[in-house]
């Protein structure tokens, strides 16, 4: 069993900076990748990046490349997603996503994770 905590959200005006940290607990810990989703009311959950936990391979969704970066702690157990030049449409709940094994799923769905956090709020002032 994994568990996975959320911090680094909260309120910042457009174009400033946020990074937002996950740590994953559990013993054994053992992840093949995690991964950042995010969310707004009425809408469904969307990929934002994911990192592989032993090689450092990232994905991320096109329209944030460039804007957001993806980095993990082994020592630590922490991922992180660096989010810069943030826009007032970046404002939702983010996730973080821990996949036990590589099972053939596309990063960008629900069905390559196992575990999930509660999520942090990140709002976006214009």
């Known amino acids: 069993q994994v568990q996975l905590v959320e911090s680094g959200g909260g309120l910042v005006q457009t174009g400033d900076s946020l990074r937002l940290s996950c740590a994953a607990s559990?013993?054994?810990?053992?992840?093949?990748?995690m991964g950042w989703f995010r969310q707004t009311p009425g809408k469904q959950r969307e990929f934002v990046a994911r990192?592989?936990?032993?090689?450092?391979?990232?994905v991320y969704a096109e329209p944030l490349k460039g804007r957001f970066a993806v980095s993990r702690d082994s020592a630590k157990n922490t991922a992180y997603l660096q989010m810069n030049s943030l826009r007032p449409e970046d404002t939702a709940v983010y996730y973080c996503?821990?996949?036990?094994?590589?099972?053939?799923?596309?990063?960008?769905?629900?069905?390559?994770?196992?575990?999930w956090g509660q999520g942090t709020q990140v709002t976006v002032s214009s």
């Open positions: 996503a821990a996949g036990k094994i590589y099972r053939g799923k596309p990063p960008f769905t629900d069905e390559a994770y196992d575990y």
């Open positions: 559990g013993r054994p810990f053992s992840v093949y990748a």
């Open positions: 990192i592989t936990w032993s090689g450092g391979s990232t």
